[in-house]
Structures are given as C-alpha cells and as structure tokens.
C-alpha cells in the first residue's frame, strides 16, 4: 500500500517516520520530497584498479573529491553523489522508493532507484549522472521524490547495515564478506 499524505501527515506527527528538517511544503500528494544538502562527492576519473573486498576506506577516499557548500555544478556526462538535507528514521513497517523528481530528469540528469529500507535512519546519499550540459545544483532545492510503502508486517530483521546512521555523503564501504566460488 502506497501511503497518501494524509497517511504520511500522520506518520510524522505521530513521530512514527522521523523527516528533519520537515516542512509541508515537502509534504506532496503521495510521498515526500528530499533537498539536496550542503555536501557533494565528484568521482575522480582514475585508471588504478578498485577491488572493493581488499580495499580500505583511506583507498577509496582516493577516488572522490569531496565539496562543500551551497552549490555544485554537475558536469556533462560526471558522476557524483549528494547527499539529502533531510535525516530520516523509518519505521519497522514502512520502505521508500526515491526517484529523481522529473523537473531534473527532463535536464537529462539521471539518478539509479534507491531504496529506502525498513528501519533505516540517517541521510541518504544519492548517485546522480549528469546529461548533455552543465546543470547547477543548490542546497535546499527539492531534488528527490520519496513514495512510502507499508509493509504487510513490520520487519523481522532491521536495518543495521554499513550505511545505518550515515550523515552527509558517505562513500562506498569497503566489502568484508566472504566471496563464495560455489559452483551452482
């Protein structure tokens, strides 16, 4: 079920989704929209190999260039990521889909689906790709579109993974699983 804002009203005034700073006029029909915050991380273009499960987080800092401030420019064809101005905490029964609100997808600017998980808290950082020219980006706009779904039945497993309470724009985490070569 896909909540209203009326639904979404309730879940914040009740403190059951937390949205700070909140205000009505992110408030929109069926879910809610995100401002871009005061920090921005551009992908260096590199030739040196990036192996994620050997990797420290001192090497991948290698490969961003981190900016702060009230404004960015996102170049032709450049990846980056911004982070939201919003810090959420999501209930047990609730997820949210975040898309690129259309105003920016019709600047060509392209943004891959994200979820929000179920017991996530933090600010959300976002991969962005820039389109056929430079578009300028300032902190508080509405960039980022929010659908909120409930979920049959709160989770049995919450959210606690490497991203769990990230504030501003938080780089890629180094992998530190086990890589199985089972064959199937």
Same mark, same amino acid.
């Given at each position: 079920?896909?909540?209203?804002?009326?639904?979404?009203?309730?879940?914040?005034?009740?403190?059951?989704?937390?949205?700070?700073?909140?205000?009505?006029?992110?408030?929109?029909?069926?879910? #809610?929209? &995100? %401002?871009?915050?005061?920090?921005?991380?551009? $992908?260096?273009?590199?030739?040196?190999?990036? !192996?994620? +499960?050997?990797?420290?987080?001192?090497?991948?800092?290698?490969?961003?260039?981190?900016?702060?401030?009230?404004?960015?420019?996102?170049?032709?064809?450049?990846?980056?990521?911004?982070?939201?101005?919003?810090?959420?905490?999501?209930?047990?029964?609730?997820?949210?889909? #975040?898309? &690129? %609100?259309?105003?920016?997808?019709?600047?060509? $600017?392209?943004?891959?689906?994200?979820?929000? !998980?179920? +017991?996530?808290?933090?600010?959300?950082?976002?991969?962005?790709?820039?389109?056929?020219?430079?578009?300028?980006?300032?902190?508080?706009?509405?960039?980022?579109?929010?659908?909120?779904?409930?979920?049959?039945?709160?989770?049995?497993?919450?959210?606690?993974?490497?991203?769990?309470?990230? %504030?501003?724009?938080?780089?890629?985490?180094? $992998?530190?699983?086990?890589?199985?070569?089972?064959?199937?």
């Amino acid at each position: 079920m896909i909540l209203s804002d009326f639904d979404l009203r309730n879940y914040v005034t009740s403190g059951r989704l937390v949205i700070r700073p909140f205000s009505k006029e992110i408030l929109r029909e069926n879910g #809610v929209d &995100l %401002r871009i915050g005061y920090e921005m991380a551009r $992908l260096r273009r590199l030739d040196a190999v990036l !192996d994620l +499960s050997e990797a420290t987080e001192d090497d991948l800092r290698r490969y961003y260039t981190i900016e702060h401030g009230k404004e960015f420019v996102i170049t032709p064809g450049e990846h980056v990521l911004v982070c939201t101005l919003e810090y959420l905490e999501m209930p047990s029964d609730l997820m949210g889909f #975040v898309e &690129l %609100r259309s105003t920016f997808a019709r600047l060509g $600017l392209v943004m891959p689906p994200t979820i929000i !998980d179920a +017991s996530f808290k933090g600010q959300l950082t976002l991969e962005v790709r820039g389109g056929p020219f430079p578009v300028k980006l300032k902190a508080g706009m509405r960039f980022a579109h929010v659908i909120f779904a409930k979920l049959m039945n709160p989770v049995e497993k919450p959210y606690r993974g490497r991203y769990y309470d990230q %504030r501003g724009v938080t780089l890629p985490k180094p $992998l530190r699983e086990k890589i199985s070569t089972h064959q199937f």
